[in-house]
């Protein structure tokens, strides 16, 4: 068993983290095109990734070097889905910079090193039953998870989905054969917009849920911190996306600042994230 440990993460009064952060050699068992902008990516470790993982945590990957892309640094990379076997964890990602060009030219049967599982993750509550999951792009792989938990657990689902085009949209992805009523916006034909999505969450929210999710769009969580005000009963989370080096705390590269209590209070991403309480995130914020 290729194994190494590297730190041990503290239990949260959230979902609960491993007790062990860990390096682990992968082979590549799937990796496809989902659409023209999103890949999915399966890997096969001897360690039991399936039972230490939980929704919203993330991976940080070691991409390959090629002879025309070589990045450096390892990247991080939320779990779209883990199981059935033991050792299996899944990515759905978007082909961007140099990392994920790199990633893209993985053949099945070759190996990768991935590190993990790292941060904090989403907190569903056994009395809830029913939540609002709002995903925009590939935040819908970090929802993921968290669909699969729910729907387990019985719980209803209401699901706002934000892309750019119909295209885009993956509802399926989301859902992986889940029940849940979803709303699809879109840019192209302009109903993604603030002042068009506003009044139906506002109505989802009145016709009631326990607790609301949220990746993907800065513009989308702050719209859900305003209409949550009187609301103050209902659970809200949101799981951020954010540039960073370690993904294990010690860099410093991606602190961010949250409100709490009246004051600034500066957070490691990585590591007292990515989830994080929605109603102490601040906007305008893009280090």
Same mark, same amino acid.
Request: charged share 20%; glycine share 8%; hydrophobic share 45%.
């Given at each position: 068993?290729?194994?190494? =440990?590297?730190?041990?993460?503290?239990?949260?009064?959230?979902?609960?983290?491993?007790?062990?952060?860990?390096?682990?050699?992968?082979?590549?068992?799937?990796?496809? @095109?989902?659409?023209?902008?999103?890949?999915?990516?399966?890997?096969?470790?001897? @360690?039991?990734?399936?039972?230490?993982?939980?929704?919203?945590?993330?991976?940080?990957?070691?991409?390959?070097?090629?002879?025309?892309?070589?990045?450096?640094?390892?990247?991080?990379?939320?779990?779209?889905?883990?199981?059935?076997?033991?050792?299996?964890?899944?990515?759905?990602?978007?082909?961007?910079?140099?990392?994920?060009?790199?990633?893209?030219?993985?053949?099945? &049967?070759?190996?990768?090193?991935? =590190?993990?599982?790292?941060?904090?993750?989403?907190?569903?509550?056994?009395?809830?039953?029913?939540?609002?999951?709002?995903?925009?792009?590939?935040?819908?792989?970090?929802?993921?998870?968290?669909?699969?938990?729910?729907?387990?657990?019985?719980?209803?689902?209401?699901?706002?989905?934000?892309?750019?085009?119909? @295209?885009? @949209?993956?509802?399926?992805?989301?859902?992986?054969?889940?029940?849940?009523?979803?709303?699809?916006?879109?840019?192209?034909?302009?109903?993604?917009?603030?002042?068009?999505?506003?009044?139906?969450?506002?109505?989802?929210?009145?016709? &009631?849920?326990?607790?609301?999710?949220?990746?993907?769009?800065?513009?989308?969580?702050?719209?859900?911190?305003?209409?949550?005000?009187?609301?103050?009963? =209902?659970?809200?989370?949101?799981?951020?996306?954010?540039?960073?080096?370690?993904?294990?705390?010690?860099?410093?590269?991606?602190?961010?600042?949250?409100?709490?209590?009246?004051? =600034?209070?500066?957070?490691?991403?990585?590591?007292?994230?990515?989830?994080?309480?929605?109603?102490?995130?601040?906007?305008?914020?893009?280090?």
């Amino acid at each position: 068993m290729n194994c190494t =440990v590297v730190d041990d993460l503290p239990a949260t009064c959230a979902t609960a983290a491993p007790a062990r952060v860990a390096s682990h050699r992968c082979r590549v068992t799937a990796h496809r @095109a989902v659409n023209a902008r999103y890949r999915y990516l399966r890997l096969q470790a001897e @360690a039991d990734l399936a039972g230490s993982t939980r929704p919203g945590q993330f991976y940080q990957l070691r991409c390959p070097q090629t002879s025309a892309l070589q990045p450096f640094l390892l990247r991080p990379m939320s779990v779209y889905g883990t199981g059935p076997d033991a050792g299996t964890v899944e990515f759905l990602y978007a082909v961007a910079g140099t990392g994920t060009q790199a990633l893209a030219t993985l053949a099945e &049967g070759q190996s990768m090193e991935i =590190v993990g599982p790292l941060g904090r993750g989403f907190t569903l509550d056994a009395q809830a039953r029913r939540v609002l999951l709002v995903a925009r792009g590939v935040g819908l792989a970090t929802m993921a998870p968290l669909v699969r938990q729910a729907a387990q657990a019985g719980v209803a689902i209401d699901v706002l989905l934000s892309a750019r085009s119909p @295209a885009d @949209a993956m509802a399926d992805e989301l859902l992986r054969g889940a029940p849940a009523a979803v709303h699809a916006v879109f840019d192209s034909d302009g109903s993604s917009a603030v002042d068009r999505v506003e009044p139906l969450l506002a109505e989802l929210l009145t016709a &009631g849920c326990d607790a609301v999710y949220t990746c993907g769009s800065e513009r989308l969580a702050l719209l859900l911190r305003r209409l949550l005000q009187p609301h103050p009963q =209902v659970r809200a989370e949101v799981a951020l996306e954010q540039r960073m080096a370690c993904g294990m705390g010690v860099c410093l590269s991606c602190v961010r600042p949250f409100e709490r209590k009246g004051h =600034v209070a500066l957070q490691r991403v990585c590591r007292e994230g990515p989830v994080f309480p929605l109603r102490e995130m601040l906007g305008g914020w893009h280090g």
